[in-house]
């Protein structure tokens, strides 16, 4: 991510007023830029990133939120594991039902895939969580 790409998300969290909305704001766009690395983990190859990035694209400003708490609110522990993922299924939700009406069956669906989301960071996040604690200091990009 680029430093004007961070600041038009830093833009788009604060919009859509979601949860950490000020920390990512108080981190400063070239923190941000560091940190973000798009949906999915940085384990894994650059196109099944972007595929992911294209197909939850609405979900991104969460998956940010995310990654700057990765890089910059991590001490290692499962609660704040826990309560990072519970954020991001939180974040999702809010923009799954900002980009939906309640009447637009969409909704439902994205809401679904916001809820897929938490789950897969829950089940398979940890050695990301306990890797970026660790190297916490050595890189802004630790996972």
């Known amino acids: 991510m680029t430093v004007n790409e961070a600041r038009a998300a830093i833009d788009e969290i604060i919009d859509a007023k979601l949860h950490g909305a000020d ?7 070239e923190k941000v830029a560091a940190a973000c690395n798009g949906i999915g983990p940085a384990s894994w190859p650059e196109k099944y990133r972007q595929i992911l990035n294209k197909w939850l694209k609405t979900f991104r400003p969460a998956a940010d939120e995310h990654d700057c708490e990765f890089s910059y609110n991590n001490d290692g522990s499962l609660e704040k594991f826990n309560e990072a993922n ?25 809401r ?13 996040g940890w050695g990301a969580w306990e890797d970026a604690a660790k190297n916490a200091g050595k890189s802004a990009k630790t996972f």
């Open 112 to 124: 679904n895939r916001a809820h897929l989301i938490g789950l897969l960071c829950n089940q398979f």
């Open 86 to 110: 519970e954020r991001l299924t939180e974040n999702c939700l809010i923009l799954a039902d900002r980009k939906y009406g309640w009447y637009n069956p969409l909704r439902y669906f994205a």
């Open 23 to 29: 920390f990512v704001a108080a981190l400063g766009p």
